[in-house]
C-alpha cells in the first residue's frame, strides 16, 4: 500500500498516534482506538448497504462487528491523489480464529446463526435495492469455464505431469458438477426461494473472525449478499472440512452448534448439500490454471490437485452421512 494513503486519515475526526503497515492495509493507533486504512474494491452503493447491515448488527448488542467511519464531510469513501478508493474500519486486538481448534469453530458457527437470526433487513427499503444472488448462475458460469478448460487440455498435444494427471480425472469432477447444477435447480428451490430478507456474510471464514478479550468480532463484510444463509455455513464447513479430512464427527457438531441458534429447515438442507456437493475446490484450481501462466505450473498446483483426489472418497461419505442418502 502507498505510503501516501497515510495522509487520508487526516480526513476524519480522529487523534492519530502512530501507523504501521498491516496485510495489504495500514493500521491507525487513534482517540478512536485501533483504526484500518485499506483500498475499497466494491461499488460505491454497496458500502452504503454494508453501513447499514453494520450498524443493524452492532444495535442488537447480540453479535460484535466491525464500523466504518465517516469522514469530516459525512462521506464512507475517500480517495487518494490517483482516484483509488479507501474506507477506514474499526479493527481489534486478537488473533484469527483457530481452525484446528474444534472449541473455537463451534462457537464460530454458534456466532454465524446468531448473525443470522439479526440481520433480517426486511424492514429497510434499501434492502429492495441489493440483488439476489443466484447460486445455480454462478455454478452454470462455472460449468462453462470448466468445459472450455477441457477442450484446450485435450487439443493441447505435449502435456505436463500437472495436465496429464489433471485429464485423468476430469471426466468425473466435470460430470459432477454438471449434475450438481441440475439437481440444484430442479430440487432445491420454491416458488418464493429469492425473496431473501436476510443478508449473508459472504465471506464467513476463520480469516474473517476474529478472537479477542471482549469475544467474537465479525470483519470484513464487503461481499454481504441476499442469498440463502446456508451460503456463509457452506463456506465455513467447506474451509474447516478440507483442513480435517472431511469428519463426519466434526461436521456433526458443526451443524448441532448451529442449530441450536437457528434451525436448519428442510430447505436449508437441500440448499447445503448442494452447495457442498458441487466441486468448488476442483474448479478454483482449474481456473487458477488456465488463468495464469501454463508454460511452469507450480508444484503447489499439482500438491493441492493431488490432496483433492484424495479427500474425495472422505468427501462423499461425509455427503452421504450427514445428509443420509
Given at each position: ?18 501507523t504501521?503497515?498491516?496485510r ?29 447491515l453494520?450498524k ?5 448488542g ?111 469432477f ?20 429469492y ?11 476463520y ?22 444463509p ?36 428442510n ?18 484450481i ?40
Amino acid at each position: 500500500m502507498n505510503d501516501r494513503a497515510v495522509s487520508l486519515l487526516d480526513h476524519y475526526e480522529i487523534e492519530v498516534n502512530r501507523t504501521w503497515k498491516g496485510r495489504g492495509a495500514i493500521l491507525c493507533d487513534s482517540d478512536h482506538g485501533l483504526l484500518i486504512l485499506k483500498e475499497y474494491c466494491g461499488p460505491a452503493d454497496k458500502v452504503l448497504f454494508q453501513d447499514l447491515l453494520l450498524k443493524h448488527i452492532n444495535e442488537s448488542g447480540i453479535v460484535q462487528a466491525e464500523s466504518i467511519l465517516r469522514t469530516r464531510e459525512d462521506e464512507m469513501i475517500v480517495f487518494d491523489q490517483d482516484r483509488v478508493p479507501y474506507i477506514v474500519k474499526t479493527y481489534y486486538e486478537g488473533r484469527e480464529c483457530n481452525h484446528r481448534d474444534a472449541e473455537e469453530c463451534r462457537q464460530a458457527v454458534s456466532t454465524l446463526a446468531k448473525l443470522h437470526n439479526i440481520s433480517n433487513l426486511s424492514a429497510y427499503n434499501e434492502l429492495r435495492e441489493q440483488a439476489v444472488f443466484r447460486i445455480e448462475q454462478e455454478y452454470e458460469k462455472h460449468n462453462r469455464e470448466l468445459k472450455k478448460v477441457r477442450k484446450f487440455l485435450r487439443e493441447k498435444s505435449q502435456k505436463t505431469d500437472f495436465e496429464i494427471y489433471l485429464m485423468k480425472h476430469y471426466d468425473y469432477f466435470m460430470n459432477n458438477a454438471l449434475q450438481i447444477t441440475d439437481e440444484l435447480r430442479y430440487y432445491a428451490y420454491e416458488e418464493d426461494s429469492y425473496e431473501f430478507p436476510i443478508v449473508c456474510h459472504g465471506d464467513y471464514q476463520y480469516h474473517n473472525i476474529m478472537q479477542t478479550q471482549e469475544g467474537i468480532v465479525l470483519l470484513n463484510f464487503e461481499k454481504c449478499v441476499r442469498d440463502y444463509p446456508v451460503r456463509d455455513l457452506n463456506l465455513f464447513l467447506r474451509k474447516i472440512l478440507e483442513k480435517n479430512n472431511w469428519s463426519q464427527t466434526l461436521g456433526n457438531m458443526l451443524l448441532e452448534s448451529y442449530n441450536r441458534e437457528r434451525n436448519l429447515t428442510n430447505r436449508d438442507y437441500k440448499q447445503l448439500y448442494y452447495r457442498l456437493a458441487y466441486p468448488e475446490k476442483f474448479w478454483k484450481i482449474v481456473n487458477f490454471y488456465y488463468n495464469s501462466g501454463k508454460a511452469w505450473i507450480p508444484m503447489r498446483n499439482m500438491e493441492k490437485i493431488e490432496k483433492l483426489f484424495a479427500q474425495e472418497r472422505e468427501k462423499q461419505l461425509f455427503l452421504e452421512s450427514i445428509f443420509k442418502l
